[in-house]
């Protein structure tokens, strides 16, 4: 008996889900050995935590599981150029330009909040990320690391017509989970399951609600460079067709004291997490390709417990 594409689509969104759910089962077993190692030497367990999982709060347009310490801000300078293969008459691409300046900073350790402005689209975001479990190993054993993200967006583009009047219809909103996990000093791996809320939609067959799955991985090929891979799967709707491509980026991180520097290729032209996920990304093998990096600056505003001179 054929199933109907709606019959299909539940599968896979229940299928998805599914993955999602047993991730933190199956990353406690790694654990087991060395709470047990700790025992049977009688000496009592100390909360080793993991640190630099990823080395920014972002790995390229996704966030990592990584949030600021309290009391720290970080001014980011986002830049993206035009796709390559415009050619020469754009210097394939380095012609045109996007960019985005984020402000994040960090009210405590478990606990962020950021806001930034895109050129492309003209919005103006704002977001929240809620960092509720934290690897580490010893007397709390915690195989993975689990923060939530909410990200609102405001559409700032000048419409036309009775929209004008109507805050309403500007509004976007991201819901994600990022589950992340140090497998080694040099190989760290995040999913990130997600939902986008959008107000008013282009299109009349376009569902409010869509659906993604984001991966992220790290690996570290020296004390201060690695590289960073991200994709996002859009759950396909009526919006969606076969012909969709998702967002996919390649690059690399580097680290020189209080900077981070991101250099990368994407075929998705946008920053803000509603727009990376479900704008219809240029073709890699046809050289819609985006060169883009991504500066991370941070500044210790003030430290916990200091009294001061």
Known sequence: MLMSHTQKNKIRLKALLLAACLVVPILSFAQTDNMLDQLDSGVPPATNYTTATFKSTRVVNAQSVENLSEGVLDVRIDHRFGPVNEGPYTFFGLDEANTRFQFDYGIKDWLQVGIGRSASPKSYGGNIKLKFLRQSTGKVNMPISLVYNLFTNVDALQYSGPRNNDFDYRLAYVHQLVIGRKFSENFSLELIPTLIHTNLVSLSTQKNDQYAMGVAMRQKISKRVSINLEYFYLYPTLSVTDVFTNSLSLGLDIETGGHVFQIFLTNCL??????????????????????????SRVFTVYRPGHKGV
Request: aromatic share 8%.
């Open 270 to 295: 946008a920053m803000n997490e509603n727009d990376v996920i479900t704008d219809r990304a240029e073709n890699w093998l046809k050289g819609g390709i985006h060169l883009g990096f991504n500066i």
